[in-house]
């Protein structure tokens, strides 16, 4: 296959019949079954949540592969290449290979009136790619709530974590805390423990009900050998070293340590010297409050200039009431997304005086201020390629 087959899978992947969010297990059930349901042959370790999920991933992927695991890595969303979801041991599935899986599920499906989402697609080809290449540990991301989450086809798993929840996609998930912890408490699996450090009632009745043991962890963990920063990755760190102490208790913490330095989870609170600069992808209130606190923390001094874009479907008026201060430097960003809110729609509920970030716009990183990008994954990459940012 030459490079343009997988300029093909992303024309399919994000076609107007494809690209749309319809929840439920019985298109993954079916389409799975077609391919000999290559989930049944892999150890997960399922994690979901509303923040949190991505980063406990990324530092439960480190651990095992310096444990000397070969561990499937499943996350989303990309930032610039769709191969970045599908990883074993830190190596994206080559272009190749992932055009070749998306239009095998995607034909098959047709074939037998299947009609699968772009996600579904890509869980199906993940499934099958593990499988096919034997992995030992799959360290599986949820897309979208839990319960009717095309990854949550697996019948059992090593455990399932719950990170910290809050109110986002509403719309799905329910409009209280108690309704969106009840869709990611439909991870537990029976028999299969489960780790969290939020004790609530649903939680423990969803155990209970698959006589699954749940585990609270306090989030205590001390952070200074973690590559990642941020208030929050107490919180992350803390469930994933339960998660390994539980499964893995022969992994030393000399290991543990060497999987802690060197995890890599880019644009997470990730800083970038040369500019000077912070690329975060908190996109919703709880992430912007925790972008903030960790500002305030690591940064209380300096002065700050925001490059900020978001999605309509986000709740952007609280996002942009919290996150900045008097005095900061904000520039508002219309990024190429069909849903990204417009400048106007931004500034209308900005309590300071906000900029635009047009083509012309000239940012001088080097002149003192910290400079930060925040409020979507989808901008994120259009940023990088405009300034020249190494994000690697």
Same mark, same amino acid.
């Given at each position: 296959?030459?490079?343009?087959?997988?300029?093909?899978?992303?024309?399919?992947?994000?076609?107007?019949? /494809?690209?749309?969010? =319809?929840?439920?297990?019985?298109?993954?059930?079916?389409?799975? %079954?077609?391919? #000999? $349901?290559?989930? !049944? +042959?892999?150890?997960?370790?399922?994690?979901?949540?509303?923040?949190?999920?991505?980063?406990?991933?990324?530092?439960?992927?480190?651990?095992?592969?310096?444990?000397?695991?070969?561990?499937?890595?499943?996350?989303?969303?990309?930032?610039?290449?769709?191969?970045?979801?599908?990883?074993?041991?830190?190596?994206?599935?080559?272009?190749?290979?992932?055009?070749?899986?998306?239009?095998?599920?995607?034909?098959?499906?047709?074939?037998?009136?299947?009609?699968?989402?772009?996600?579904?697609?890509?869980?199906?080809?993940?499934?099958?790619?593990?499988?096919?290449?034997?992995?030992?540990?799959?360290?599986?991301?949820?897309?979208?709530?839990?319960?009717?989450?095309?990854?949550?086809?697996?019948? /059992?798993?090593?455990? =399932?974590?719950?990170?910290?929840?809050?109110?986002?996609?509403? %719309?799905?998930? #329910? $409009?209280?805390? !108690? +309704?969106?912890?009840?869709?990611?408490?439909?991870?537990?699996?029976?028999?299969?423990?489960?780790?969290?450090?939020?004790?609530?009632?649903?939680?423990?009745?969803?155990?209970?009900?698959?006589?699954?043991?749940?585990?609270?962890?306090?989030?205590?963990?001390?952070?200074?050998?973690?590559?990642?920063?941020?208030?929050?990755?107490?919180?992350?760190?803390?469930?994933?070293?339960?998660?390994?102490?539980?499964?893995?208790?022969?992994?030393?913490?000399?290991?543990?340590?060497?999987?802690?330095?060197?995890?890599?989870?880019?644009?997470?609170?990730?800083?970038?010297?040369?500019?000077?600069?912070?690329?975060?992808?908190?996109?919703?209130?709880?992430?912007?409050?925790?972008?903030?606190?960790?500002?305030?923390?690591?940064?209380?001094?300096?002065?700050?200039?925001?490059?900020?874009?978001?999605?309509? $479907?986000?709740?952007? +008026?609280?996002?942009?009431?919290?996150?900045?201060?008097?005095?900061?430097?904000?520039?508002?960003?219309?990024?190429?997304?069909?849903?990204?809110?417009?400048?106007?729609?931004?500034?209308?509920?900005?309590?300071?005086?906000?900029?635009?970030?047009?083509?012309?716009?000239?940012?001088?990183?080097?002149?003192?201020?910290?400079?930060?990008?925040?409020?979507?994954?989808?901008?994120?990459?259009?940023?990088?390629?405009?300034?020249?940012?190494?994000?690697?």
């Amino acid at each position: 296959m030459n490079s343009i087959n997988y300029e093909d899978a992303i024309k399919l992947l994000t076609s107007v019949g /494809k690209f749309h969010i =319809s929840l439920g297990l019985d298109r993954m059930e079916q389409i799975l %079954e077609l391919i #000999g $349901n290559p989930q !049944d +042959k892999l150890d997960c370790i399922h994690v979901a949540g509303t923040n949190g999920k991505g980063s406990v991933c990324a530092i439960l992927a480190s651990i095992l592969k310096y444990a000397g695991k070969k561990v499937g890595l499943y996350t989303s969303p990309h930032i610039f290449k769709y191969t970045e979801r599908i990883q074993i041991n830190n190596c994206p599935i080559s272009d190749d290979d992932f055009a070749k899986y998306v239009f095998e599920i995607s034909d098959l499906a047709d074939k037998n009136n299947i009609d699968l989402t772009e996600f579904e697609i890509l869980t199906a080809v993940m499934f099958k790619y593990f499988a096919d290449n034997n992995v030992d540990v799959v360290v599986l991301e949820t897309g979208l709530g839990g319960r009717f989450d095309a990854t949550n086809v697996i019948k /059992k798993n090593l455990c =399932s974590i719950i990170t910290h929840i809050d109110y986002d996609h509403t %719309e799905r998930l #329910g $409009n209280t805390l !108690d +309704k969106i912890a009840y869709e990611k408490a439909g991870i537990i699996k029976p028999k299969c423990p489960c780790i969290a450090f939020e004790g609530r009632e649903v939680y423990k009745d969803v155990a209970d009900e698959n006589h699954s043991l749940l585990m609270l962890i306090a989030p205590f963990e001390d952070t200074s050998k973690l590559a990642l920063k941020g208030t929050y990755q107490q919180e992350n760190l803390s469930l994933a070293l339960a998660a390994i102490q539980t499964l893995f208790p022969e992994i030393s913490r000399e290991t543990i340590d060497m999987g802690l330095e060197n995890v890599k989870h880019i644009c997470r609170f990730q800083y970038i010297p040369e500019k000077n600069l912070i690329i975060d992808g908190a996109h919703n209130p709880n992430g912007i409050n925790s972008l903030k606190q960790s500002l305030d923390m690591y940064y209380p001094y300096e002065k700050r200039r925001f490059i900020f874009g978001c999605l309509k $479907n986000k709740d952007y +008026k609280h996002m942009v009431q919290s996150l900045f201060d008097r005095g900061d430097e904000v520039y508002f960003y219309h990024f190429n997304h069909q849903n990204s809110c417009t400048v106007e729609e931004l500034t209308a509920v900005c309590p300071i005086v906000a900029k635009e970030l047009t083509p012309d716009t000239v940012i001088d990183f080097g002149d003192g201020h910290l400079n930060i990008i925040c409020g979507s994954f989808y901008m994120i990459s259009e940023l990088v390629e405009r300034f020249g940012i190494n994000v690697w």
